[in-house]
């Protein structure tokens, strides 16, 4: 399968710990993008990149956020200092810029983030 | 800023039926696609339709289509004969071309419950 994967798929961490979640898109696929998801919610936007270079950033995501896409294959998504209010989903999609598409963003199965 | 509207939390359809799930948007984008996606309690999210701005007729896939009514700013999906296993979380979600950024602006969802 060549789908979007993500790891790991569930975290559970007490208050003030750090924690990294990995997601690998699909390998031809140039543009991925972070999403939250807090529950009876849709998924909030995070951050993007195209290729390594991050080029936006929300404003839901803190100084204790930071994304990463070296080479511009995989990403990783580091929280530091989780508060409970980081409990979430945390979605990872990819996709790729053609003329004959439309941008559909491949989702893959999220990591779910629970901070006791 | 992008916007999207779905009034129904939740909807109960008897199988078989057709089922219709509402969408407003509201966007000062001249270019936008609007998405509808599935997420099963398992929780990936997996794509269902698109329907771009300029698109003159109504998107369909299988099942699924969406109604398209753009001048009321409303992007409805119908499901047609629903099926036990339609039941899930629904998202009608769009995308504005922003510096290339084709972020993904998600409603709040609607929980579909398919009685035998």
């Known amino acids: 399968d060549t789908g979007v994967s993500q790891d790991p798929r569930h975290k559970i961490t007490k208050r003030g710990q750090n924690v990294t979640f990995r997601c690998d898109p699909i390998?031809?696929?140039?543009?991925l993008y972070w999403y939250r998801q807090t529950l009876g919610q849709g998924p909030e936007f995070l951050t993007y990149?195209?290729?390594?270079?991050?080029?936006?950033k929300s404003r839901l995501l803190s100084d204790r956020f930071s994304a990463e896409r070296p080479k511009g294959s995989f990403s990783t998504l580091e929280i530091q200092r989780t508060e409970q209010g980081d409990s979430a989903m945390y979605l990872c999609?990819?996709?790729?810029?053609?003329?004959?598409?439309?941008?559909?963003?491949?989702f893959g199965p999220g990591t779910r983030l629970t901070v006791l | 800023a992008q916007k999207i509207t779905q009034t129904q939390p939740g909807m109960f359809v008897q199988e078989k039926e057709a089922v219709t799930l509402d969408c407003t948007y509201d966007?000062?984008?001249?270019?936008?696609?609007l998405f509808w996606y599935k997420q099963p309690s398992s929780g990936e999210m997996i794509f269902l339709i698109y329907?771009?701005?300029?698109?003159?007729q109504n998107a369909t896939e299988g099942r699924y289509s969406l109604n398209f009514q753009k001048a009321r700013k409303s992007a409805n999906l119908v499901i047609s004969a629903s099926q036990l296993g339609d039941s899930a979380m629904y998202f009608c979600?769009?995308?504005?071309?922003?510096?290339?950024?084709?972020?993904?602006?998600f409603g709040t969802g609607t929980r579909l419950t398919i009685i035998p």
């Open positions: 990149f195209q290729n390594e270079a991050q080029l936006e």
């Open positions: 390998s031809e696929h140039n543009r």
């Open positions: 966007t000062s984008d001249p270019s936008y696609g």
């Open positions: 979600a769009m995308w504005g071309t922003d510096f290339g950024n084709e972020k993904l602006t």
């Open positions: 329907q771009g701005s300029y698109d003159q």
């Open positions: 999609a990819s996709s790729s810029r053609s003329p004959s598409s439309y941008n559909e963003q491949f």
